[in-house]
């Protein structure tokens, strides 16, 4: 849904920096030559990703539960896409989605207050080319897709549908998450890994869109691994559905939040990002206080609730492994 152009530099090189970003912005040439090297080199990409099977899963879960709308879509692209590109296609790309009402600067760091103004100069003048497409709500599918590659290990993705950015819910599902799969400490992380064995890598994220949203569970286990791999994170659902959190488990994941939270106001990356999102996604930012205030509202009632409505038989799946298919 967002693509960002940015530079991290010194402090007394930012006027330079947002010079250059402004200059590719505008006046990019899409010089065929260079188009012709940089295709060659995301083809080398998308071979590098195809030896990635713990990457390419997620792909796979997406188009799964998209279907073919275009969040579906791989990011990469594929060799006959690509090719179809050029210099008049890009341009045509730009000028129907890149619409000033679409575009946000976000600066980190220690630059002055004065230094909008710099902004200002270089992009005072923006003004659309074309007329941008409208974006369509997908429709959240429930398609179990597998893929035969001759890989060490299987790889299993579960999606369940999940919640858009800005959702009212959106800080429960949050405290949820990190319960479930969200660290060291979490249940899926104990019951595949710690008392089982079963895999290296287990966990869950979330991921907001503008209108939607997913709930990802990924493991990697060895082939013959996979049934039991499978039936453990199900049980481990069945058991956060019928038992619930506990009081401890939901403290603690508020307090893990708010640390991460904390640490993450010290990387002017993560503030730029941060601000740039809301921006465009929300059109508010929230305040510490506000994000505190919010996490602390969670409740065991909240979450318990949300995980009975999230996590139902309802869900997409993606496998990758050698067989291509569960034992």
């Known amino acids: 849904e967002y693509t960002c152009y940015y530079a991290k530099v010194l402090d007394e090189h930012a006027s330079y920096a947002l010079e250059v970003l402004s200059d590719m912005f505008f ?33 796979l879960l997406s188009k799964a539960s998209y279907g073919s709308h275009s969040l579906g879509y791989p990011i990469l692209g594929t060799e006959d896409t690509l090719a179809e590109f050029d210099g008049d296609s890009l341009r045509k790309y730009m000028d129907e989605y890149y619409t000033p009402d679409r575009v946000v600067i976000s600066i980190a760091g220690n630059v002055p207050e004065t230094f909008i103004k710099e902004a200002e100069k270089h992009f005072g003048s923006y003004e659309a080319k074309g007329k941008r497409t409208g974006m369509t709500k997908p429709d959240f599918h429930h398609e179990k897709m597998t893929r035969k590659k001759e890989t060490e290990q299987a790889h299993l993705c579960l999606g369940f549908n999940g919640l858009e950015a800005g959702h009212p819910e959106i800080y429960d599902l949050i ?7 969200g660290s060291m400490s979490s249940r899926l992380f104990q019951d595949v890994r710690e008392d089982k064995g079963l895999a290296y890598s ?12 997913m709930m990802t569970i990924y493991a990697g286990t060895g082939a013959n691994q996979l049934q039991l791999l499978s039936e453990t994170i199900h049980e481990t659902l069945r058991m956060l559905k019928s038992d619930g959190i506990t009081p401890k488990e939901l403290e603690n994941s508020k307090e893990q939040m708010k640390g991460s939270l904390m640490l993450s106001l010290e990387s002017t990356n993560s ?3 941060r601000n740039g999102k809301n921006e465009l996604l929300l059109g508010k930012h929230r305040t510490l206080d506000e994000i505190i205030e919010k996490l602390n509202a969670v409740s065991l009632e909240r979450v318990n609730n949300l995980a009975n409505r999230i996590f139902t038989d309802d869900y997409s799946s993606a496998l990758i492994s050698p067989s291509g298919e569960l034992l």
């Open 27 to 59: 006046h990019s040439s899409f010089d065929e030559e260079e188009l012709k090297k940089e295709k060659n080199v995301v083809y080398e990409e998308i071979k590098m990703y195809e030896d990635t099977p713990d990457d390419i899963v997620h792909d």
């Open 175 to 181: 405290v949820l998450n990190n319960i479930l799969g």
């Open 202 to 213: 287990v966990f869950s994220y979330h991921t907001s869109y503008e209108d939607s949203g």
């Open 271 to 273: 503030k730029m990002s």
